[in-house]
T-cell receptor, first 115, second 112 residues
């Protein structure tokens, strides 16, 4: 069975600070996908990124960056120069690249960015 | 814009009164999902359709049913809502199983 752990329940930062959200996963499969989703107060889950298990290259998209390390089974998400609009719950998730695979979500990290 | 649409956004029903939530998509994705999300929790998968193949999660109560009459539409039927069924219900789609899912805005269900 798969498992995703987001140990940080809630993080509070002041605007312009950098913040890293941690995600640790468990799976016995060798091929899988990792995801990050953002859920703002409006409630809609927004897809941010998908990473394939065979691609450990880090990715940067604007103020967002992701660090994938298979050696530690981690897929961490960093927001640089945080903004109030970044306030949301962020979910890390995993799916297998086989069969009728579905998403296994972590419990989420609530990020509060204050002015 | 291609998207996932859920209607209604807010639904109030009475205890025991059947209710149907709807979802439609313009993404032409093969897979459609229904999730239940309660406050401060991760979404919980209820079931999903891969094309016409229905897949029920083992712990989804029998009170919850789903229909997918065509590629674009999927419905969630709650036959006899209880107070514990009050939650946000999220519909999502993906091109194939395991790939990224795109979510609708959700329907917040209140049971009185």
């Amino acid at each position: 069975a798969q498992k995703v752990t987001q140990a940080q329940t809630e993080i509070s930062v002041v605007e312009k600070e950098d913040v890293t959200l941690d995600c640790v996963y468990e799976t016995r499969d060798t091929t899988y996908y990792l995801f990050w989703y953002k859920q703002p107060p409006s409630g809609e889950l927004v897809f941010l990124i998908r990473r394939n298990s065979f691609d450990e290259q880090n990715e940067i998209s604007g103020r967002y960056s992701w660090n994938f390390q298979k050696s530690t089974s981690s897929f961490n998400f960093t927001i640089t120069a945080s903004q109030v609009v970044d306030s949301a719950v962020y979910f890390c998730a995993l799916s297998l690249n086989s069969g009728y695979s579905t998403l296994t979500f972590g419990k989420g990290t609530m990020l509060l960015v204050s002015p | 814009d291609a998207m996932v649409i859920q209607n209604p956004r807010y639904q109030v029903t009475q205890f025991g009164k059947p209710v149907t939530l709807s979802c439609s998509q313009t993404l032409n994705h093969n897979v459609m999902y229904w999730y239940q999300q309660k406050s401060s929790q991760a979404p919980k998968l209820l079931f999903h359709y891969y094309d016409k193949d229905f897949n029920n999660e083992a712990d989804t109560p029998d009170n919850f049913q789903s229909r997918r009459p065509n590629t674009s539409f999927c419905f969630l039927d709650i036959r006899s809502p209880g107070l514990g069924d009050a939650a946000m219900y999220l519909c999502a789609t993906s091109r194939d199983p395991g790939t990224e899912q795109y979510f609708g805005p959700g329907t917040r269900l209140t049971v009185t």
